[in-house]
């Protein structure tokens, strides 16, 4: 049971350049988040899948798409890369499966982006 | 006016003592709160989880929830070393929406 995992854990990308940031989940949950981390910024969400199929746009969704692609898969792309979009990246999902039942959200590793 | 708010720190506490951490929030409809713990470099961690009045322990974690006072805080009792990190603070309210906190670092001297 590897939770929730992330692909790639570190990227450096020129401005312009695009790229698609992988996460999978094998713990049947129905929902899952993308966020950025910044200092001083907190975790800031970019866009959600409530369930499969479905996909809404979080607090900070400029710059980026996501797809659902089934109830495991949740991607995110950066079409064209910009120096504000140097961040730690985490998926997230959640469900009713979770220890306290609650649907928190269980957190990847994260994925170091630079983009010069 | 943030809809989560902690403070950054950091809060430095000696070893064995009790650390008090903190968070208000502002939509008085938030139904559940939990606690995340996230070391240097690391993804965030869940430690606590609260959604009635009152306390909640587990095991050196005590979570307290005021909702008329709209604050919750994460008590750790006995605190070693290893728990230096930073703590996240995370609010659930409706559509199931979730917000964080930035996080107070926590430090504990030996």
């Known amino acids: 049971n590897a939770g929730v995992t992330q692909t790639p854990k570190f990227q450096v990308l020129k401005t312009g350049q695009s790229m698609t940031l992988q996460c999978a989940q094998d713990?049947?949950?129905?929902?899952m988040y993308w966020y950025r981390q910044d200092p001083g910024m907190g975790l800031r969400l970019i866009y959600y899948?409530?369930?499969?199929?479905?996909?809404d746009k979080g607090e900070v969704p400029n710059g980026y798409n996501v797809s659902r692609l089934n109830k495991r898969e949740f991607s995110l792309r950066l079409e064209s890369a910009a120096p504000s979009q140097t961040s730690v990246y985490f998926c997230a999902s959640s469900g009713s499966s979770g220890r306290w039942g609650s649907y928190e959200q269980y957190f990847g590793p994260g994925t170091r982006l630079t983009v010069t | 006016q943030k809809e989560v708010e902690q403070n950054s720190g950091p809060l430095s506490v000696p070893e064995g003592a009790i650390a008090s951490l903190n968070c208000t929030y502002s939509d008085r409809g938030s139904q559940s709160f939990f606690w995340y713990r996230q070391y240097s470099g690391k993804s965030p961690e869940l430690i606590m989880f609260i959604y009635s009045n009152g306390d909640k322990e587990d095991g050196r974690f005590t979570a307290q929830l005021n909702k008329a006072s709209q604050y919750v805080s994460l008590l750790i009792r006995d605190s070693q070393p290893s728990d230096s990190a930073t703590y996240l603070c995370a609010v659930r309210g409706g559509y199931q929406k979730v917000t964080f906190g930035i996080g107070t670092k926590l430090q504990v001297i030996p």
């Open positions: 899948s409530a369930s499969e199929g479905t996909t």
């Open positions: 713990m049947n949950h129905n929902s």
